[in-house]
């Protein structure tokens, strides 16, 4: 499937994947107060991105099994949260969801990455350093390439591209990772990272960022609430007590052990090898009966750091007419953000459920026993 990055010649059909996210999307900007004009533009950005695939039907399965939702739609928002602000709007996206293999997925990824670059003129120079590692001829993992757009005012997207250490293997991946980061100039960063199960994603920052950052992820099987809490090598920001209570909070337990929880540490200068920035996420879906209950969680975080929950709760009926009990996934995950310089902040993550809706967890175990 070839891509027209960034030059779709009509508005989606009604019923299609492009129509259904772009809806969306115009809605939450509506939302977080955006203006007209800049929601126009960021909801044509979107249709644009998705290439051929937003004039799917969605009467036809996913474009492709993405791993970027659990239902496969190619699309995710994110709202992030800090006191006495309005939240910042966020949409994630994998340009090459139609191609017909990994490879092609990425050079459509790529394509895409440069049109925006030319569009709104900024620099992939750091993107360029490292495009060998993670576009190899025969790429492997569960990702080429997604694209975030932090939808600003003015019409003009902060943007984040996320890539996939293990495109070489996953035995490479974390090779694969030293090699990108010192040649990037952050010769010390791995071995500032905490132990891990493994490095899904690394992010670089691109465009109109005041201090751009470069992201490592790494994810944690079985990690407890006191374990989280040490997880951090930024040596300031939120300390063990505040992020093990924000654990406890959102995900209701001491322990992820179904899906894993995901640490990131951010970098923005390379000289003491010491991160700038601290996540932690946590799999909220994995860990509750239904969305009433994720929300109920994550109205109680945002109030206990300050934060107005309020443009929360009116996103998930901008996102869905259904009820938040009738299913468990339209909040993907919390996330608790710290970096150096600002205060903490708070990220919902939020599903599309452009295909399915995952029902709640009691409905799941019913099912299974056979009722």
């Known amino acids: 499937m070839t891509s027209l990055p960034l030059d779709i010649s009509q508005d989606p059909e009604p019923g299609t994947l492009g129509a259904f996210t772009r809806a969306q999307l115009v809605r939450l900007c509506d939302v977080v107060g955006l203006s007209p004009a800049d929601t126009e533009t960021y909801a044509d950005t979107l249709v644009e991105a998705l290439g051929p695939s937003a004039q799917r039907s969605l009467a036809l399965p996913p474009p492709t099994r993405t791993f970027l939702s659990d239902d496969h739609t190619p699309?995710?928002?994110?709202?992030?949260?800090?006191?006495?602000?309005?939240?910042?709007?966020?949409?994630?996206?994998?340009?090459?969801?139609?191609?017909?293999?990994?490879?092609?997925?990425?050079?459509?990824?790529?394509?895409?990455?440069?049109?925006?670059?030319?569009?709104?003129?900024?620099?992939?120079?750091?993107?360029?350093?490292?495009?060998?590692?993670?576009?190899?001829?025969?790429?492997?993992?569960?990702?080429?390439?997604?694209?975030?757009?932090?939808?600003?005012?003015?019409?003009?997207?902060?943007?984040?591209?996320?890539l996939n250490p293990a495109a070489s293997g996953?035995?490479?991946?974390?090779?694969?990772?030293?090699?990108?980061?010192?040649?990037?100039?952050?010769?010390?960063?791995?071995?500032?990272?905490?132990?891990?199960?493994?490095h899904p994603f690394l992010a670089l920052d691109l465009g109109r960022w005041e201090t751009p950052r470069l992201k490592v992820y790494t994810r944690h099987l079985d990690l407890s609430a006191a374990e989280a809490g040490h997880l951090s090598r930024t040596g300031s920001g939120p300390g063990p007590a505040e992020i093990q209570e924000f654990f406890r909070t959102a995900a209701a337990t001491d322990g992820l052990h179904r899906r894993p929880g995901l640490s990131c540490h951010s970098f923005t200068e390379a000289e003491t090898g010491r991160p700038s920035g601290f996540t932690l996420h946590i799999p909220v879906r994995d860990y509750a009966r239904d969305d009433g209950e994720v929300l109920d969680r994550a109205v109680d975080v945002?109030?206990?750091?300050?934060?107005?929950?309020?443009?929360?709760?009116?996103s998930l009926p901008a996102l869905t007419p259904r009820r938040p009990e009738d299913g468990?996934?339209?909040?993907?995950?919390?996330?608790?953000?710290?970096q150096q310089g600002h205060p903490p902040r708070v990220t919902a993550?939020?599903?599309?459920?452009?295909?399915?809706v995952r029902p709640p967890a009691k409905l799941r175990r019913r099912a299974a026993a056979g009722v």
């Open 170 to 198: 996953k035995k490479r991946s974390a090779k694969t990772l030293r090699k990108a980061l010192r040649r990037l100039g952050h010769r010390e960063a791995y071995a500032a990272l905490p132990s891990a199960d493994g």
């Open 328 to 338: 468990v996934g339209l909040i993907a995950y919390l996330a608790l953000v710290h």
């Open 75 to 162: 699309v995710e928002y994110s709202l992030s949260f800090s006191p006495g602000r309005a939240p910042a709007l966020r949409v994630l996206i994998e340009p090459g969801c139609g191609a017909e293999n990994r490879a092609e997925n990425g050079r459509i990824g790529l394509e895409v990455v440069r049109a925006m670059a030319r569009r709104w003129d900024f620099s992939t120079e750091r993107l360029d350093e490292i495009e060998d590692l993670f576009f190899p001829a025969q790429p492997k993992g569960p990702l080429a390439l997604w694209i975030a757009l932090e939808l600003v005012p003015g019409g003009v997207p902060k943007v984040k591209v996320y």
């Open 302 to 314: 945002l109030r206990s750091h300050g934060m107005d929950p309020g443009a929360l709760v009116r």
């Open 349 to 356: 993550y939020l599903s599309s459920e452009a295909y399915a």
